[in-house]
C-alpha cells in the first residue's frame, strides 16, 4: 500500500471503534468517509432513485454477523436522502424462491425501510435480463440493470469456506436472482472457476460506490450460521470494489492476490496492484481466521464438475426433525421426501438453493461441508 497521489483522498478509508453505533452517528462518520473516498456518486442528486444492493444471505438477524447491518443501511439510506434521493433497498438470497418477505423482516430491512421511508425492491420478482460479459451470459435482476440512477454495494465482510473471504466483488453474485446462483455453483465448482463468474457479475453491476459493514465481520467457517460473528466495529468505503477486496483482504492476514475474485479481477486490469491502494485508517483485523484455499482448485477442470458432485455438500435433516413435510413441499426440484418421520435429501437432485435450510420452523437442517473442501479441517 502506498502514499495517496492527492493527500486529501484515498482508494479506501477504513473505520474502527464504531460497534454500537446508532445510525445517525454511523452516519456522521460514513460522511466523512465516503467524502475521504472520493465523494458520492455523482449522480446522487435531488429525485435520483438509489439503489442499495445489501448481502442478504440468510433470514438471520444482525447479531449473526452474516447479513448487512440494518443500522449501516439506514445510516447510508439517510445520507442520500439528505441528498434528495429516494432509496431502495434489494438483494436475491439463495433460498428465498418461496418468498423474501421472511429476508426482509428477520434482517431487520422492514423495519429500518418503516422508520426511514426507504422502500424494499424483491429482485425475485421484478423480472431479469440476460448480460453478456466477455462470452458469457447471465440472468441479472432487472432493478440492477434499469430504473436506478445510483447503485451502491453495502457489502459485509466475512469469511467464506468455499471463497475464503466475500466482500465487494462477491456480493455482486447476488444480483442474479432465484435459482440462477445455484446453478452457477453447478456450472463452476472449483472456486476459481466461480471466481470468474464473480467478476463477470461484479462488472455487469457497475456499482458507484462500495461501502462494507464489518460491524460485526465473520471468521471461521462462513459465510453463514457455521461461522463466527466478530464485533469488529469496522466499516469501509472505496470508489472501486476491486480495491476495497484488496485491502480488507490484507488487512485480515490474506495477501490480496490469494483471493480468486482479487486475482481474476486485476488480471483482467481492474482496480490497481495492492501495493499502488491507498488507505486510510486502521491495517488490522486482529487473529482473523480465514479457511485454507479448498482442493478443489486443484483438481484438473475436466475432473473439477465430477470431484464436485461427488463430494457435494447436501443439506440433511438432524434430530429436530419433526417429518412436518414443509421443507419437501418447499423443494423447488422435489428432492426431499419424508420416511419415517424424518426428512431425506436426494443427492442426486438437489441443486443446493439451501431453501430447506433456511425454511425450516425447527431449525433442523444442516449444511456439513465435507471434511476434504474444508481444505483439511
Ligand atoms: S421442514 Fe424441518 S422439521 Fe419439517 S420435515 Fe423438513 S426438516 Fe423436518
Ligand atoms: S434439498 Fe436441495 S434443492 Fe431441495 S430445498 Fe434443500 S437445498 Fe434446495
Known amino acids: 500500500m502506498s502514499a495517496p497521489a492527492d493527500p486529501r483522498l484515498f482508494d479506501v478509508v477504513v473505520r474502527e471503534g464504531l460497534y454500537g453505533l446508532n445510525r445517525e452517528k454511523l452516519a456522521g462518520v460514513l460522511e466523512e468517509m465516503v467524502l475521504l473516498a472520493g465523494g458520492w456518486p455523482e449522480t446522487a442528486v435531488p429525485g435520483a432513485r438509489a439503489l442499495l444492493k445489501v448481502n442478504m444471505l440468510a433470514a438471520k438477524g444482525p447479531e449473526r454477523g452474516i447479513t448487512t447491518h440494518p443500522e449501516v443501511v439506514a445510516a447510508v439510506g439517510l445520507l442520500l436522502q439528505k441528498r434528495g434521493c429516494r432509496v431502495f433497498v434489494g438483494d436475491s438470497p439463495g433460498g428465498a424462491v418461496r418468498g423474501v418477505e421472511r429476508y426482509w ?170 501495493e499502488e491502494i491507498t488507505v486510510d485508517g486502521p491495517r488490522v483485523f486482529r487473529d482473523f481466521d480465514i479457511p485454507r484455499e479448498s482442493w478443489l482448485n486443484w483438481v484438473p477442470p475436466f475432473l473439477g464438475a465430477v470431484a464436485g458432485k461427488l463430494l457435494k455438500a447436501v443439506p440433511r435433516s438432524n434430530s429436530r426433525c419433526t417429518g412436518c413435510g414443509f421443507c419437501a413441499r418447499s423443494c423447488p426440484v422435489k428432492a426431499i421426501e419424508v420416511r419415517n418421520g424424518r426428512a431425506v435429501m436426494k443427492k442426486g437432485k438437489c441443486i443446493m438453493c439451501l431453501c430447506c435450510h433456511e425454511l425450516c420452523p425447527e431449525n433442523a437442517v444442516e449444511v456439513r461441508i465435507p471434511l476434504l473442501r474444508r481444505g483439511g479441517r
Open 105 to 274: 423482516r428477520n434482517c431487520g430491512y422492514l423495519d429500518v425501510c418503516r422508520e426511514t421511508g426507504m422502500e424494499l425492491v424483491n429482485f425475485e420478482s421484478s423480472g431479469s435480463r440476460e448480460v453478456t460479459v466477455r462470452g458469457r451470459s447471465y440472468h441479472v435482476a432487472l432493478p440492477v440493470l434499469e430504473g436506478f440512477d445510483l447503485r451502491i454495494n453495502l457489502c459485509k465482510f466475512k469469511t467464506h469456506s468455499y471463497c475464503r473471504i466475500t466482500c465487494a466483488v462477491k456480493n455482486s453474485f447476488g444480483i442474479v436472482p432465484g435459482l440462477g446462483k445455484a446453478m452457477l455453483h453447478t456450472r463452476s465448482p472449483r472456486p476459481r472457476d466461480l471466481a470468474v463468474n464473480l467478476v463477470d457479475l461484479y462488472e455487469a453491476a457497475r456499482f458507484d460506490l462500495h461501502i462494507c459493514d464489518a460491524l460485526i465481520a465473520m471468521d471461521g467457517r462462513g459465510p453463514s450460521t457455521d461461522g463466527r460473528p466478530r464485533p469488529d466495529g469496522v466499516l469501509a468505503a472505496a470508489r472501486d470494489g476491486v480495491c476495497m477486496d484488496a485491502a480488507l483482504c490484507a488487512m485480515a492476514g490474506l495477501p490480496p492476490r490469494e483471493l480468486d475474485t482479487t486475482r481474476v479481477a486485476l488480471d483482467r486490469g481492474l482496480g490497481k496492484p495492492p
